[in-house]
């Protein structure tokens, strides 16, 4: 008897223990827990997408094909519009006059009048430099002004 006592505790150690060890197992590691919950956000993320790059698509060809309406109803109009109306008759008595067969030519038989405040003969080209002292002096321009001055 004392075996089968025995037996029996042990196999409720055992279920006890297997038990433990199933649940442990569901719950998983936490790390792995937190993978597949990434996994999700990532799933719904990407569905998310999708549904949000189908429906500018949908709404993108709904835009093309109204273009293509807009477009339509536009030339439609425009020859409606570019036609006389049937009750427009036009009568030949009152037509515009022919145009004229000859241009008029605007000309002036004067010379040009000079300005009177300008005068060619003092008239020189701006400076890009200062006036030198000297012959001798270099110019503002030159690589070496201002290097050899020794202060007096």
């Not at 827990?33 to 569905?47: G, K, S, V």
């Not at 000309?107 to 300005?115: A, K, L, Q, Y």
């Amino acid at each position: 008897m004392l075996e089968v006592v025995l037996f029996l505790i042990g196999v409720a150690v055992g279920a006890g223990s297997c038990f433990a060890v199933m649940r442990r197992g569901r719950n998983g590691n936490p790390i792995e827990q937190q993978l597949r919950d990434l996994q999700e956000e990532f799933t719904a993320y990407r569905e998310n997408v999708n549904q949000h790059f189908n429906h500018t698509a949908e709404l993108v060809n709904n835009l093309t094909a109204n273009y293509v309406k807009v477009q339509k109803h536009l030339e439609s109009a425009s020859v409606s519009f570019a036609e006389p109306p049937k009750s427009f008759k036009l009568e030949t008595s009152t037509s515009l006059a022919a145009p004229a067969q000859q241009f008029i030519a605007i000309e002036t038989r004067e010379p040009p009048s000079r300005d009177a405040s300008f005068e060619d003969e003092h008239v020189q080209p701006p400076l890009d430099y200062a006036p030198k002292k000297g012959s001798r002096d270099k110019g503002t321009l030159a690589e070496d002004f201002g290097l050899g001055h020794t202060q007096k």
